[in-house]
């Protein structure tokens, strides 16, 4: 067997086991913030904007939702939703963040990739044992209330 017929069946075999989500390597997965600076709720949905310096709203991100960042410009993020059908458009980072608690192990988790699977959106975080997908319901912002 050639050398890039074994690389190719690694590759294939790599992405089954355990590249199961929908990130490529260079996207980031964050988390959706609606909170002021106490924890509580300020917005319960983000509005996804056509683009930086427009008020039209394309859709919008719910509080503890979940996206893909597929671009950036300057304090500007181009998102797409997690869920059944996605929704794009741009926030302010403002509204992302990059880490939450783990429900019921009060875990500090950061996110590696993200899929929407059997009705739900599922979030593969690091923990400080490895990797494990959740369920995005599992997850809570740091200092949510």
């Given at each position: 067997m050639s050398l890039a017929r074994v690389l190719s069946v690694c590759a294939a075999l790599a992405?089954?086991?355990?590249?199961?989500?929908?990130?490529?390597?260079?996207?980031?997965v964050v988390l959706i913030s609606g909170r002021d600076?106490?924890?509580?709720?300020?917005?319960?949905?983000?509005?996804l904007l056509r683009s930086p310096n427009d008020s039209v709203v394309n859709g919008s991100a719910m509080d503890g939702s979940f996206v893909f960042v597929l671009r950036e410009q300057n304090s500007w993020l181009y998102v797409r939703t997690?869920?059944?059908?996605?929704?794009?458009?741009?926030?302010?980072?403002?509204?992302?963040?990059?880490?939450?608690?783990l429900i019921g192990r009060a875990?500090?988790?950061?996110?590696?990739?993200?899929?929407?699977r059997d009705g739900a959106a599922m979030v593969l975080v690091r923990t400080s044992s490895g990797d494990e997908w959740v369920s995005a319901s599992a997850l809570r912002e740091v200092g949510a209330r």
């Open positions: 992405f089954l086991v355990g590249g199961q989500g929908c990130a490529s390597p260079a996207t980031r600076d106490h924890g509580l709720v300020a917005r319960p949905a983000v509005a997690i869920e059944a059908v996605a929704q794009e458009g741009w926030i302010d980072d403002h509204y992302a963040r990059g880490d939450a608690v875990v500090r988790v950061t996110f590696r990739d993200a899929a929407f």
